[in-house]
């Protein structure tokens, strides 16, 4: 897919802000810092959303309109809290109540950061999207930090992981906004996804 106009729309502070045209949302979210609102920049090639080496820096919902006809949402991180706070206290309202209630979200892309074995906050969050019924699929985020082959047994291992508690794997992605690496899979599966009518 090529990316004629991309513009930010709006920020939200809560669902019912949310822009209620109908066009399909295509959200990204993850821990703090693991490259949500980087690789939102890198698949439109612009410098929409804000970027920060310090965890924490998206806090609303934003919206960017894409070929005026989706759009790309960029959530706040979770799991950026003190550790004394319950794994439930670490995802803000906010996040919830957009993942679980909004009827336009088409699909949910749960970024997870390549080089880390799998979190248990990621798994306990898919674990909820499973229960929900919320599709959703993983991007493993800064694969220009290390080598194909540990690249390779990284994704194994995560799929051996998701294995023992799912039957059938998400679509899966490997990304990297540093070089563009896979940023193509991504654009082409939303577009798959925007030729399919419901
Ligand atoms: N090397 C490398 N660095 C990246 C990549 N993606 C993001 N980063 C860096 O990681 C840091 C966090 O990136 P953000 O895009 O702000 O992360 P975020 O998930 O939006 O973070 P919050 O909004 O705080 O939840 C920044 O310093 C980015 O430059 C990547 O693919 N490769
Ligand atoms: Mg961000």
């Known amino acids: 897919m090529i990316i004629t106009s991309a513009e930010f729309r709006c920020s939200s502070q809560k669902l019912s802000q949310v822009p209620d045209d109908g066009l399909r949302d295509y959200a990204f979210i993850g821990r703090s810092n693991v490259g949500k609102s980087s690789l939102i920049n890198r698949l439109t090639g612009r410098k929409l959303a804000k970027v920060s080496g310090t965890p924490g820096k998206t806090r609303l919902i934003n919206h960017f309109l894409i070929n005026k006809s989706w759009y790309l949402v960029d959530l706040p991180g979770y799991g950026y809290a003190r550790t004394s706070k319950s794994l439930k206290e670490q995802f803000a309202q906010i996040i919830v109540d957009y993942v679980k209630g909004c009827q336009k979200m088409y699909f949910l892309f749960v970024l997870v950061d390549s080089r880390l074995e799998p979190q248990r906050i990621d798994l306990e969050f898919m674990e909820m999207l ?66 399919q009518t419901n």
């Open 130 to 195: 499973g229960v929900e019924g919320i599709p959703f699929g993983i991007i493993f985020t800064k694969t220009d930090k290390m080598g194909v082959n540990k690249l390779a047994s990284n994704v194994a291992a995560y799929k051996r992981r998701l294995l023992e508690s799912w039957e059938e794997l998400p679509p899966m992605f490997t990304t990297s906004s540093e070089t563009g690496a896979g940023c193509e899979s991504v654009l082409d599966f939303i577009e798959q996804c925007q030729n």
